[in-house]
């Protein structure tokens, strides 16, 4: 319905299970700000706005939790990861690397928040990671140190599990998942799906992975084809409890 709210432009809107509302604006009152605003019954409060403004995507939990990367007077160095808590004033997360510019957050209902980023490592050289970060617990799931090259913005669901994409530095490139203990490969270019010879796979952050582990992609082929599939996690096997 109507809740009396005018902007230039609106972006990326988010409902949770509660039906809380997210949204990003820019309006014009003298000077063009750009905010990031919730409803919840009908009322619009702003969580931050302001000419300097800068989000880079957010995500918002099923506890009224929202995530949002910005370049902003908000943060000391003038950018950072947020944190609101039911619509009250954002808090920025510990950043204890120096990181770079964040491409944007995701959001698990735990708190986690998983996100890719540039930073220094000891060596001084500039590397893409991807993190999650729960308060101050921040873990590195992977980096492109290794034989990986372009980490997609990943996803995380309420377990911490995270799933991504990368490349190869010899070509090609896979779906990943896993936690900062482990990340296994899914599907990639090479493998075999139906039949059928995998050229490419990809996900849609923040809605490709739920709490059961299961993740949604797609998959393009040699033939020219392609389409959406389930991946499911591989149980664990039921093991034999031997007698005294």
Do not use: C, H, W
């Not at 959001?107 to 893409?128: C, K, M, P, R, Y």
């Amino acid at each position: 319905g109507d809740i009396g709210f005018t902007a230039e432009a609106f972006f990326a809107p988010k409902l949770n299970d509660s039906g809380l509302i997210a949204f990003e604006a820019v309006t014009f009152s003298g000077d063009a700000n750009q905010g990031l605003y919730l409803v919840e019954g009908g009322v619009i409060s702003a969580i931050a706005e302001s000419p300097d403004f800068d989000i880079f995507r957010f995500d918002l939990n099923n506890n009224n939790q929202i995530a949002f990367a910005s370049l902003s007077s908000l943060a000391p160095d003038g950018d950072g990861i947020f944190i609101s808590e039911g619509g009250a004033a954002p808090t920025v997360l510990p950043d204890p690397l120096g990181f770079g510019t964040v491409e944007g957050p995701t959001l698990g209902d735990d708190g986690t928040v998983a996100f890719d980023v540039l930073f220094s490592n000891a060596e001084g050289d500039l590397v893409q990671g991807i993190f999650t970060q729960n308060g101050e617990t921040l873990e590195l799931i992977v980096d492109d140190t290794g034989e990986l090259i372009g980490l997609s913005r990943p996803a995380v669901n309420n377990k911490g599990t995270v799933a991504f994409t990368a490349g190869f530095d010899v070509g090609g490139g896979a779906l990943f998942s896993g936690t900062a203990a482990s990340t296994t490969r899914v599907i990639g270019t090479g493998d075999m799906l139906f039949g059928q010879l995998v050229t490419s796979a990809g996900l849609t952050q923040q809605t490709a992975l739920n709490n059961e582990g299961q993740i949604v992609f797609t998959a393009s082929f040699a033939d020219g084809s392609q389409g959406i599939f389930r991946a499911d996690p591989e149980e664990t096997p039921v093991q034999a409890v031997p007698e005294p």
